[in-house]
């Protein structure tokens, strides 16, 4: 494992239970990786392994049962600055236009609005006719890029997006696949990428970890894959993707 110094993100023995009415949800066995600052990586595995639970975790938005996260070096107790959040429904503002959602969060944090670095986003993301429009006029795949320009926008050290396309048709899903792709080649943010679809794990996470779930003890890393072309321009398609694609699935099949 890479010397924690260097590490943009670490989670040493987290584990996470929820207290609900019902007695303990044991979501999260203890678990511990890292990323490093410029590295991608994906969760994959089947609903109800802790997949969310553990980017929550990350993000600072929930705090772990055991065990620490630490951002920066820094123990991780609330959201960040630094750390974009992108969720599955968008949490758009159904009143404020494309624009205004992209600035809100640099509103909200009283920085200015660095000259057309939102312009800039939002051109990028291909939104850039639609930047008065409202959440209600645009199609699920253009919601989702303004959802991740907003998160973008705050030039983010690590990024995390759990799920961001689930909601999406096939098509529109791998073009923002590549989008994301695209933009991570620019920028080199740090990026955590949770989903259950085999290959979005493969085309964006330069380290696949494999989780899976016990009932009664949560879930749990099983297993990893090295995956350095992810992200890469043109990967979908190669001998080495479908491989890849053929590792994971096994790796998850073995462990189901
Ligand atoms: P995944 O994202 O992999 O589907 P989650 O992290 O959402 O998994 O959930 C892991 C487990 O924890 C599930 O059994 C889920 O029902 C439970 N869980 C998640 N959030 C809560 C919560 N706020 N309160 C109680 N149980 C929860
Ligand atoms: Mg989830």
Excluded at 96 to 123: A, C, F, P, T
Excluded at 206 to 229: F, K, T, W, Y
Excluded at 232 to 241: K, L, M, Q
Aim: a neutral charge; proline letters at 4%.
């Amino acid at each position: 494992m890479a010397d924690s110094f260097h590490d943009l993100i670490d989670c040493r023995d987290v584990s996470k239970t929820y207290i609900s009415g019902n007695g303990p949800v044991y979501a999260l066995g203890p678990t511990t990786f890292s990323v490093e600052s410029g590295e991608t990586i994906a969760l994959v595995g089947p609903s109800g392994c802790g997949k969310t639970t553990l980017l929550l975790l990350m993000s600072g938005l929930e705090k772990p049962s055991n065990g620490s996260v630490r951002f920066r070096s820094q123990e991780l107790t609330a959201p960040h600055r630094e750390i974009g959040l992108v969720l599955q429904h968008y949490g758009l503002f159904p009143w404020k236009s494309v624009k205004e959602n992209v600035q809100l969060g640099l509103r909200i944090r009283r920085e200015s609005l660095h000259g057309n670095r939102v312009e800039e986003l939002l051109s990028e993301l291909e939104l850039s006719d639609k930047v008065e429009f409202y959440p209600q006029q645009l199609s699920g795949g253009q919601r989702q890029r303004v959802a991740l320009a907003r998160a973008l926008a705050l030039n983010p050290k690590l990024l995390l997006l759990d799920e961001p396309f689930a909601a999406l048709d096939t098509l529109t899903r791998e073009r923002l696949q590549d989008l994301v792709a695209e933009m991570w080649r620019k920028r080199r943010f740090g990026m955590a990428l949770v989903t259950h679809n085999i290959q979005e794990a493969v085309r964006l996470g330069r380290r696949i970890l494999v989780m899976r779930v016990e009932p009664g003890h949560g879930g749990q890393v099983v297993a990893e894959v090295d995956n350095p072309s992810a992200c890469e321009a043109a990967y979908r398609g190669s001998d080495e993707f479908h491989r890849k694609t053929l590792m994971v699935r096994e790796r998850l099949e073995l462990w189901a």
